[in-house]
């Protein structure tokens, strides 16, 4: 990144030692018949000096911006074989006007061209300690303590500033939507299954995640039944999981009640986390995501803080309580709180 800025740096030079290497000066005069006078230039004691008048044969300079006793150009039209000069009102000398050529822009070009690779930005000194404190700076705010802690703070102005205005001319605002289940923004549970495991043991997580009714807590398998070209395995297995009752038949009964239960297929989050068998219970916190549509399990996409993770054939209940024991997580207290 900071080589390109460099390089973006270089160019906005290059162009602007081009510009000031061609257009040395623009007069805005007025000739009388300029449509039978030459374009010339003429020398300028500084670079600073342009063009303020011009009457017949004699030529007035002025001093604009700041000198720096480098001598210019300036541009003037003219069928006089000699000019006299003057410099703030005193003559400083008489010359012929140069005509103005092709090969004269080609050289300033070409000088300029050799001008802008001989240009060498120099380092920052400060340019490492810069990096390091943007590092610790990005890694403190996306630390799960300082997340909390916005989220609270966020929540405070929202009730103590806002306080009743938010509910009476936004009614349709967060504060009013009903609280989403007991697990904070940056905490997530996942429950790995697989089409291969009992259909009532998958039933039974299932069961014990709707009671929950957090939609932080879902199912994840990690691929389609029978493969991705055959999605109505996948779609009837669902069914059958998601359904209330166990013993309704869509064919007799139409349709079946389901449970509001996320169900996701993400082989991403079964590699990040590393799950090799199942059944397997992860419980991460400091999760933080760039685009919700996405795979969490994509780490372009997004960052996690820390997470437990348990395998094996149990109730879903069991497992969450002895994560809340390691972890000390007062919304996992909440959620397992009969």
Known sequence: ?????????????????????????????????????RQAFIDTPDACYQVEQQKEDRVYL??????????????????????????EGELWKEMSPQPLAIPDIEVTLKKAEELSNTIKIPSNPSETNMVAAAKSVNTYYQSPDFQRRLLTETERIKNEVLGSALEQYYPDSEKNIPPKGKLSEDERIYVFVSSSMPLQTIRNYTASIARFGDPKVMLVMRGFVSGVGKIQPTVDLVGKVLQRDSACNPVTAGECESLPVPFGVDPLLFRRYDIDRVPAVVYARGVKAEDTSLSEGDDKNAVIGEYWKAFGDASLEYILEQMQRESGSESLLKLTSR
Not at 1 to 29: C, H, Q, S
Not at 74 to 83: G, L, Q
């Open 62 to 87: 002025k001093a604009v911006g700041v000198c720096s006793a480098k001598p210019g150009r300036a541009f003037i039209k003219s069928n006089s074989d000699k000019v006299k000069i003057y410099v």
């Open 1 to 37: 990144m900071v080589t390109d800025k460099k390089e973006a740096l270089l160019r906005r030079l290059w162009n602007r030692v081009t510009i000031t290497a061609v257009v040395i000066a623009v007069p805005v005069i007025s000739y009388g018949d300029s449509a039978t006078m």
